[in-house]
Protein backbone atom coordinates (compact mmCIF):
# COMPACT_ATOMS: atom_id res chain seq x y z
CA UNK A 1 0.00 0.00 0.00
CA UNK A 2 1.62 3.55 -1.53
CA UNK A 3 -1.70 5.25 -1.27
CA UNK A 4 -5.27 5.22 0.59
CA UNK A 5 -8.16 7.48 0.38
CA UNK A 6 -10.44 7.63 3.57
CA UNK A 7 -14.08 9.39 2.68
CA UNK A 8 -15.79 10.62 5.29
CA UNK A 9 -18.11 14.06 4.66
CA UNK A 10 -19.39 14.59 8.22
CA UNK A 11 -20.31 14.98 10.77
CA UNK A 12 -17.78 15.77 13.71
CA UNK A 13 -18.65 13.14 15.98
CA UNK A 14 -18.87 10.83 12.51
CA UNK A 15 -15.29 11.63 11.37
CA UNK A 16 -13.97 11.67 15.13
CA UNK A 17 -14.87 8.22 15.32
CA UNK A 18 -13.75 7.01 11.70
CA UNK A 19 -10.53 8.74 12.40
CA UNK A 20 -9.76 5.33 14.77
CA UNK A 21 -8.99 3.33 11.44
CA UNK A 22 -6.06 5.98 11.06
CA UNK A 23 -3.36 4.97 13.83
CA UNK A 24 -3.27 0.71 12.74
CA UNK A 25 -3.83 1.53 8.91
CA UNK A 26 -0.31 3.53 9.70
CA UNK A 27 0.88 0.59 11.73
CA UNK A 28 0.21 -1.73 9.29
CA UNK A 29 1.68 1.04 6.43
CA UNK A 30 4.06 3.35 7.58
CA UNK A 31 5.27 4.32 4.48
CA UNK A 32 1.58 4.88 2.98
CA UNK A 33 0.69 8.22 2.21
CA UNK A 34 -3.03 8.75 3.56
CA UNK A 35 -5.47 10.88 2.04
CA UNK A 36 -8.83 11.86 3.70
CA UNK A 37 -11.52 13.36 1.66
CA UNK A 38 -14.11 15.39 3.94
CA UNK A 39 -16.20 18.59 3.63
CA UNK A 40 -14.86 22.22 3.75
CA UNK A 41 -16.35 22.89 7.23
CA UNK A 42 -14.53 19.96 8.98
CA UNK A 43 -11.21 19.89 6.92
CA UNK A 44 -9.24 21.05 9.93
CA UNK A 45 -10.62 18.23 12.02
CA UNK A 46 -8.90 15.26 10.39
CA UNK A 47 -5.80 17.45 9.59
CA UNK A 48 -5.13 17.26 13.15
CA UNK A 49 -4.46 13.49 13.79
CA UNK A 50 -0.50 12.17 12.96
CA UNK A 51 -1.71 9.64 10.90
CA UNK A 52 -3.65 11.78 7.97
CA UNK A 53 -1.02 13.10 5.82
CA UNK A 54 -3.06 15.02 2.92
CA UNK A 55 -6.50 16.83 3.45
CA UNK A 56 -8.87 16.92 0.35
CA UNK A 57 -12.13 18.86 0.77
CA UNK A 58 -15.21 18.69 -1.19
CA UNK A 59 -17.16 22.46 -1.01
CA UNK A 60 -20.98 21.23 -0.89
CA UNK A 61 -21.73 24.62 -2.43
CA UNK A 62 -20.46 23.83 -5.83
CA UNK A 63 -23.02 21.24 -6.49
CA UNK A 64 -22.58 17.84 -8.86
CA UNK A 65 -20.10 20.23 -11.09
CA UNK A 66 -17.73 20.74 -8.33
CA UNK A 67 -17.71 16.79 -7.02
CA UNK A 68 -17.51 15.94 -10.70
CA UNK A 69 -14.52 17.96 -11.31
CA UNK A 70 -13.05 16.74 -7.58
CA UNK A 71 -13.45 12.95 -8.85
CA UNK A 72 -11.70 13.62 -12.14
CA UNK A 73 -8.81 15.70 -10.35
CA UNK A 74 -8.36 12.20 -7.60
CA UNK A 75 -8.02 10.27 -10.38
CA UNK A 76 -4.58 11.11 -11.33
CA UNK A 77 -3.22 10.05 -7.55
CA UNK A 78 -3.33 6.27 -8.58
CA UNK A 79 -4.52 5.15 -5.23
CA UNK A 80 -4.34 1.40 -4.19
CA UNK A 81 -6.98 1.16 -1.42
CA UNK A 82 -10.47 3.30 -1.24
CA UNK A 83 -12.16 3.46 2.30
CA UNK A 84 -15.60 4.65 1.97
CA UNK A 85 -16.60 5.69 5.51
CA UNK A 86 -19.55 7.37 4.62
CA UNK A 87 -21.34 5.65 1.77
CA UNK A 88 -23.54 7.78 0.34
CA UNK A 89 -24.44 8.92 -3.19
CA UNK A 90 -21.55 11.15 -3.51
CA UNK A 91 -19.03 9.31 -2.01
CA UNK A 92 -20.34 6.76 -4.25
CA UNK A 93 -19.37 9.16 -7.41
CA UNK A 94 -16.36 10.01 -6.23
CA UNK A 95 -15.25 5.86 -6.30
CA UNK A 96 -16.98 5.13 -9.13
CA UNK A 97 -14.76 7.89 -11.11
CA UNK A 98 -11.15 6.76 -9.75
CA UNK A 99 -12.03 3.37 -9.77
CA UNK A 100 -12.70 3.48 -13.54
CA UNK A 101 -9.74 4.76 -14.34
CA UNK A 102 -7.40 3.03 -11.62
CA UNK A 103 -8.82 -0.64 -11.89
CA UNK A 104 -6.18 -1.69 -9.44
CA UNK A 105 -7.43 0.14 -6.99
CA UNK A 106 -9.51 -1.89 -3.93
CA UNK A 107 -12.56 -0.52 -2.97
CA UNK A 108 -13.87 -1.51 0.69
CA UNK A 109 -17.58 0.42 1.59
CA UNK A 110 -18.57 0.68 5.36
CA UNK A 111 -22.21 -0.45 5.22
CA UNK A 112 -25.36 1.69 6.74
CA UNK A 113 -26.76 -2.10 7.44
CA UNK A 114 -30.21 -0.25 6.17
CA UNK A 115 -32.32 -3.17 6.46
CA UNK A 116 -31.22 -3.58 10.15
CA UNK A 117 -32.24 -0.25 10.88
CA UNK A 118 -35.63 -0.80 9.37
CA UNK A 119 -35.96 -3.85 11.47
CA UNK A 120 -34.96 -1.47 14.32
CA UNK A 121 -36.83 1.45 14.24
CA UNK A 122 -40.06 0.13 12.74
CA UNK A 123 -40.01 -2.91 13.80
CA UNK A 124 -38.19 -2.58 17.17
CA UNK A 125 -36.18 -5.95 16.26
CA UNK A 126 -32.61 -5.03 17.06
CA UNK A 127 -29.97 -6.67 14.49
CA UNK A 128 -27.08 -4.24 15.76
CA UNK A 129 -24.64 -5.26 18.43
CA UNK A 130 -25.44 -4.09 21.79
CA UNK A 131 -23.67 -1.51 22.41
CA UNK A 132 -22.74 -0.30 18.94
CA UNK A 133 -19.65 0.67 19.17
CA UNK A 134 -19.18 3.41 16.69
CA UNK A 135 -14.77 3.48 16.55
CA UNK A 136 -15.44 -0.12 15.99
CA UNK A 137 -17.86 -0.22 13.31
CA UNK A 138 -15.29 1.92 11.34
CA UNK A 139 -12.76 -0.97 11.78
CA UNK A 140 -14.46 -3.83 11.02
CA UNK A 141 -14.46 -3.66 7.35
CA UNK A 142 -10.84 -2.64 6.86
CA UNK A 143 -10.68 -5.87 9.34
CA UNK A 144 -8.64 -4.01 11.53
CA UNK A 145 -7.46 -5.69 15.23
CA UNK A 146 -10.35 -3.07 16.83
CA UNK A 147 -10.12 -4.45 20.21
CA UNK A 148 -6.44 -3.22 20.43
CA UNK A 149 -5.44 0.65 21.26
CA UNK A 150 -7.45 2.66 19.41
CA UNK A 151 -6.45 5.85 21.59
CA UNK A 152 -4.45 8.65 19.56
CA UNK A 153 -2.83 11.73 20.12
CA UNK A 154 -3.38 14.96 17.91
CA UNK A 155 -1.27 17.66 16.84
CA UNK A 156 -2.92 21.37 17.81
CA UNK A 157 -0.98 24.03 16.77
CA UNK A 158 -0.03 26.97 18.96
CA UNK A 159 -2.24 29.41 17.61
CA UNK A 160 -5.10 27.07 18.86
CA UNK A 161 -3.43 26.99 22.36
CA UNK A 162 -3.26 30.15 22.55
CA UNK A 163 -6.57 31.38 21.51
CA UNK A 164 -7.78 28.56 24.06
CA UNK A 165 -5.87 30.12 27.07
CA UNK A 166 -7.21 33.64 26.06
CA UNK A 167 -10.65 32.57 25.65
CA UNK A 168 -10.70 30.67 28.52
CA UNK A 169 -8.03 31.90 31.22
CA UNK A 170 -6.99 28.20 31.44
CA UNK A 171 -4.26 28.03 34.05
CA UNK A 172 -5.52 24.66 35.63
CA UNK A 173 -5.47 21.25 34.47
CA UNK A 174 -8.23 19.81 37.22
CA UNK A 175 -10.71 21.25 35.50
CA UNK A 176 -14.21 19.61 33.58
CA UNK A 177 -15.79 19.81 30.68
CA UNK A 178 -19.62 19.90 30.20
CA UNK A 179 -21.31 19.63 27.26
CA UNK A 180 -25.06 19.89 27.50
CA UNK A 181 -25.98 20.93 23.80
CA UNK A 182 -26.85 18.35 21.37
CA UNK A 183 -28.21 18.51 17.64
CA UNK A 184 -31.70 17.04 18.54
CA UNK A 185 -33.10 17.61 21.66
CA UNK A 186 -34.52 13.90 22.49
CA UNK A 187 -30.87 13.21 23.88
CA UNK A 188 -29.97 16.07 26.42
CA UNK A 189 -30.00 15.61 29.46
CA UNK A 190 -32.61 17.70 31.20
CA UNK A 191 -31.02 21.81 32.07
CA UNK A 192 -32.22 20.80 35.80
CA UNK A 193 -30.14 18.21 35.64
CA UNK A 194 -27.10 20.14 34.58
CA UNK A 195 -27.44 22.92 36.64
CA UNK A 196 -27.53 20.93 40.22
CA UNK A 197 -24.45 18.44 38.70
CA UNK A 198 -22.24 21.85 38.21
CA UNK A 199 -23.42 23.52 41.26
CA UNK A 200 -22.55 19.88 43.16
CA UNK A 201 -18.92 19.56 41.29
CA UNK A 202 -18.45 23.49 41.27
CA UNK A 203 -15.25 23.02 43.69
CA UNK A 204 -13.68 21.86 39.87
CA UNK A 205 -13.29 24.50 37.07
CA UNK A 206 -15.99 23.69 34.99
CA UNK A 207 -16.60 24.55 31.48
CA UNK A 208 -19.14 24.54 29.22
CA UNK A 209 -18.78 23.80 25.63
CA UNK A 210 -21.49 24.13 22.81
CA UNK A 211 -22.10 26.22 19.81
CA UNK A 212 -23.29 29.93 19.07
CA UNK A 213 -26.73 28.83 18.95
CA UNK A 214 -26.99 27.07 21.98
CA UNK A 215 -28.21 30.08 24.32
CA UNK A 216 -29.67 27.70 26.74
CA UNK A 217 -26.78 26.77 28.70
CA UNK A 218 -27.16 30.50 30.43
CA UNK A 219 -29.36 29.06 32.04
CA UNK A 220 -27.00 26.38 33.65
CA UNK A 221 -24.51 28.99 34.66
CA UNK A 222 -24.70 29.87 38.70
CA UNK A 223 -23.41 33.41 38.05
CA UNK A 224 -22.15 33.47 42.03
CA UNK A 225 -19.90 30.55 41.29
CA UNK A 226 -16.94 32.17 39.24
CA UNK A 227 -15.48 28.33 38.81
CA UNK A 228 -18.72 27.74 36.20
CA UNK A 229 -17.52 28.99 33.00
CA UNK A 230 -19.91 29.58 29.80
CA UNK A 231 -17.31 29.36 26.69
CA UNK A 232 -20.58 27.95 24.46
CA UNK A 233 -19.80 29.92 21.16
CA UNK A 234 -16.39 31.15 22.21
CA UNK A 235 -14.43 27.92 21.28
CA UNK A 236 -14.81 26.42 17.33
CA UNK A 237 -14.69 22.64 17.05
CA UNK A 238 -10.83 22.38 17.30
CA UNK A 239 -10.68 24.65 20.42
CA UNK A 240 -13.20 22.68 21.82
CA UNK A 241 -11.54 19.66 21.15
CA UNK A 242 -7.87 20.85 22.94
CA UNK A 243 -9.88 21.90 25.90
CA UNK A 244 -11.29 18.44 26.32
CA UNK A 245 -7.72 16.78 25.44
CA UNK A 246 -6.48 18.56 28.61
CA UNK A 247 -9.64 17.54 30.83
CA UNK A 248 -9.52 15.72 34.13
CA UNK A 249 -12.97 14.81 32.89
CA UNK A 250 -15.97 15.11 30.50
CA UNK A 251 -19.83 15.29 30.86
CA UNK A 252 -21.37 14.90 27.84
CA UNK A 253 -24.49 13.08 25.76
CA UNK A 254 -24.67 11.78 22.85
CA UNK A 255 -22.06 14.65 21.32
CA UNK A 256 -18.94 14.86 18.84
CA UNK A 257 -17.55 16.40 22.31
CA UNK A 258 -17.73 13.00 24.46
CA UNK A 259 -16.18 10.94 21.06
CA UNK A 260 -13.17 13.29 21.17
CA UNK A 261 -12.87 12.21 24.73
CA UNK A 262 -12.98 8.91 23.71
CA UNK A 263 -10.21 8.89 20.97
CA UNK A 264 -7.98 10.68 22.89
CA UNK A 265 -8.15 8.86 26.02
CA UNK A 266 -9.49 11.57 28.19
CA UNK A 267 -11.71 10.25 31.28
CA UNK A 268 -15.67 11.13 30.78
CA UNK A 269 -19.02 9.74 31.34
CA UNK A 270 -21.44 9.47 28.55
CA UNK A 271 -25.14 9.94 29.11
CA UNK A 272 -27.31 7.50 26.28
CA UNK A 273 -30.42 7.73 25.95
CA UNK A 274 -32.94 7.27 22.91
CA UNK A 275 -30.05 7.03 20.02
CA UNK A 276 -28.71 3.81 18.85
CA UNK A 277 -25.28 4.27 17.41
CA UNK A 278 -23.77 6.71 20.12
CA UNK A 279 -21.41 4.30 22.35
CA UNK A 280 -17.87 4.63 23.26
CA UNK A 281 -15.66 2.18 22.65
CA UNK A 282 -11.91 2.84 24.81
CA UNK A 283 -12.03 2.10 28.90
CA UNK A 284 -11.43 6.11 29.69
CA UNK A 285 -15.12 6.27 28.72
CA UNK A 286 -18.02 5.61 31.51
CA UNK A 287 -21.02 5.02 29.94
CA UNK A 288 -24.42 5.29 32.30
CA UNK A 289 -28.08 4.88 31.17
CA UNK A 290 -31.73 4.11 31.68
CA UNK A 291 -33.21 0.84 30.50
CA UNK A 292 -36.45 1.05 29.08
CA UNK A 293 -38.18 -0.95 26.50
CA UNK A 294 -38.24 1.28 23.68
CA UNK A 295 -34.46 2.18 23.51
CA UNK A 296 -32.86 2.91 21.32
CA UNK A 297 -36.37 4.68 19.52
CA UNK A 298 -33.72 6.95 17.30
CA UNK A 299 -31.09 6.79 14.79
CA UNK A 300 -29.78 9.98 16.49
CA UNK A 301 -31.95 11.84 18.67
CA UNK A 302 -34.96 12.85 16.12
CA UNK A 303 -38.48 11.84 16.41
CA UNK A 304 -41.11 12.32 19.18
CA UNK A 305 -40.81 10.37 21.95
CA UNK A 306 -43.79 8.15 23.32
CA UNK A 307 -43.12 7.96 26.90
CA UNK A 308 -45.61 9.40 29.81
CA UNK A 309 -42.10 11.12 31.36
CA UNK A 310 -41.27 12.99 28.52
CA UNK A 311 -37.51 12.11 27.46
CA UNK A 312 -37.59 9.39 30.59
CA UNK A 313 -34.61 7.49 29.18
CA UNK A 314 -32.62 11.08 30.10
CA UNK A 315 -34.40 12.07 32.99
CA UNK A 316 -34.01 9.24 35.00
CA UNK A 317 -30.46 9.79 34.88
CA UNK A 318 -30.00 10.62 38.33
CA UNK A 319 -27.30 13.62 39.21
CA UNK A 320 -26.78 11.39 42.25
CA UNK A 321 -25.63 8.52 40.00
CA UNK A 322 -23.43 10.95 37.71
CA UNK A 323 -21.82 12.64 40.38
CA UNK A 324 -20.54 9.79 42.03
CA UNK A 325 -19.32 8.35 39.03
CA UNK A 326 -17.53 11.65 38.60
CA UNK A 327 -16.34 12.30 41.67
CA UNK A 328 -14.70 8.65 41.78
CA UNK A 329 -12.91 9.84 38.51
CA UNK A 330 -11.45 12.95 39.86
CA UNK A 331 -10.03 11.64 42.68
CA UNK A 332 -8.38 9.16 41.21
Known sequence: ???????????????????????????MYPNAVLDWLTKTEFGDLPAHSPYVDNIITLNKKNGLFGLLKLSFELRSNSYDLIYDAHSNLRSFIIKIIVKTFNPKSSVITRSKERWKRVLLFNFKKNKFPRPYRGMISYCEP??????????????????????????????????IVMAPSAAWEMKRWPVDHWKKLANELGDFPIYFVGGPQDNFIEEIIDKNNKNIINVAG???????????SKAKLVVSADTGIIH??????????????????????????RTLEFDLPCRP??????????????????????VEKVKVQAINILRS
Open 142 to 175: LELNSASDLIQDWNFNDKTIKNVQEKTYLNNDDY
Open 297 to 318: CSKDGRGKCERDIYQECMVNIS
Open 234 to 244: KLNLIESSYLV
Open 1 to 27: MKKILIIRFSSFGDIVQALSVTKHIKE
Open 260 to 285: VADLLGVNGLSLIGPTAFGFSTNKNI
